[in-house]
């Protein structure tokens, strides 16, 4: 767990009675200056959940929410989330990757999200959704309402809409003036997705980011593209056509005309490098989202975290994970290891591990506050 004066971020960990209470009463200790709290990858109980709940609604300035991965696993999780963003009004954020919300879930978080004014970036990616999400999905984004203007949405791994229930959201990106930043990656298209996806990059002047990696977007799509990309005038920035099968020659074509960051930095591919790459990669992406202000461009940055999160215990010496448990005997007072156990160990790597980490932690911070101690 971290806490920070105005932040708290807790990765991977069970929120028992006891550190739910220690929670609450942290968040309470900065109710009045909090503007994130982050609970990626934790379990809780449903009546500790409630208990957090009531502290978080508190929090009048909350402006970013993370409850990634498999946190909100109960129905009752769910109703308590939809009551407790009805009161957010100052909410920028909102993380909910990888929970199993499916349709009749999003139905109930809907009201409460679309009432979200000052929302400008949602992750309801890999939440089980189907094409009866569409509509409600479709209406978050093309919004009439001149008061909301989301400019992030991240629809990635939602593979049971089929293409023509993308279709008819990509039908809504095309008048979606405040929309910015779109990612379907690793969704089930087809190249007439991509033919409603040449409509929006050209009718969609606000769209700067566009990630369509591993979508099944072929070649003809690629070939509309490039004809838009050569005779109109594009705010179009990054273009992510990555693991789609694409020929090699249109793929070259479309990287002389637009910049693509994802192939370089951020695609989920690279993590399938060496780990030392995969890092160095990481934290240049971070370092440059650092000079944007806009926190809604962060949230990219928090799923590739994640992901590399996971492939960070490669990383690790053999006695970081044995001087991990050592410490953690030793604040319980029940420390049954000596000195002797780490005299062979290599130190050198230890160090620079921990180095490394703290580096990352340290470039992230000021942006969200990411824990890097705990894996």
Not at 35 to 42: E, Q, T
Not at 351 to 375: C, S
Request: charged letters at 25%; a neutral charge; proline letters at 1%.
């Amino acid at each position: 767990m971290f806490c920070n004066q105005d932040s708290i971020e807790i990765i991977e960990e069970h929120l028992s009675p006891f550190k739910t209470a220690n929670v609450c009463q942290h968040i309470m200790a900065i109710s009045d200056k909090i503007w994130g709290a982050s609970f990626r990858k934790c379990t809780i109980s449903d009546q500790d959940f409630e208990k957090l709940a009531k502290i978080l609604k508190k929090c009048k300035g909350l402006k970013y929410l993370n409850f990634n991965i498999k946190f909100i696993d109960t129905s009752i999780k769910l109703g308590i989330t939809t009551s407790l963003l009805s009161n957010m009004n100052l909410l920028d954020t909102l993380c909910l990757h990888s929970n199993d919300i499916g349709d009749e879930g999003l139905v109930l978080l809907f009201y409460s999200i679309s009432n979200l004014i000052n929302l400008k970036s949602l992750d309801i990616g890999d939440c089980n959704l189907t094409d009866q999400s569409v509509e409600y999905i479709k209406d978050l984004i093309c919004s009439n309402d001149s008061k909301r203007s989301l400019q992030e949405i991240i629809l990635s791994s939602n593979k049971l809409v089929t293409p023509n229930g993308w279709s008819r959201i990509l039908l809504g990106v095309i008048t979606a003036t405040h929309l910015k930043y779109l990612h379907l990656d690793f969704n089930n298209l087809d190249d007439n997705c991509g033919y409603l996806i040449a409509s929006a990059i050209c009718s969609n002047q606000a769209l700067e980011v566009l990630d369509l990696e591993q979508t099944g977007i072929g070649n003809k799509s690629v070939e509309l593209f490039l004809y838009i990309i050569r005779n109109y005038k594009l705010n179009l920035k990054v273009l992510n056509l990555m693991n789609n099968g694409i020929s090699d020659v249109l793929e070259k074509e479309v990287k002389k005309l637009i910049k693509n960051d994802y192939d370089v930095n951020e695609s989920l591919n690279q993590l399938n490098k060496a780990d030392q790459d995969m890092t160095r990669q990481s934290l240049e992406v971070i370092s440059k989202r650092n000079n944007n202000k806009n926190l809604s461009r962060k949230l990219r940055d928090q799923f590739k975290l994640d992901k590399m999160f996971e492939k960070a215990q490669k990383l690790k010496p053999n006695s970081y994970s044995k001087l991990q448990k050592s410490n953690n005997l030793a604040e319980t007072k029940e420390a049954n290891y000596s000195g002797e156990e780490f005299e062979n160990e290599n130190f050198d790597d230890q160090y620079e591990f921990l180095k490394t980490y703290d580096d990352l932690r340290f470039k992230t911070h000021t942006v969200l506050p990411f824990n890097l101690n705990k894996f």
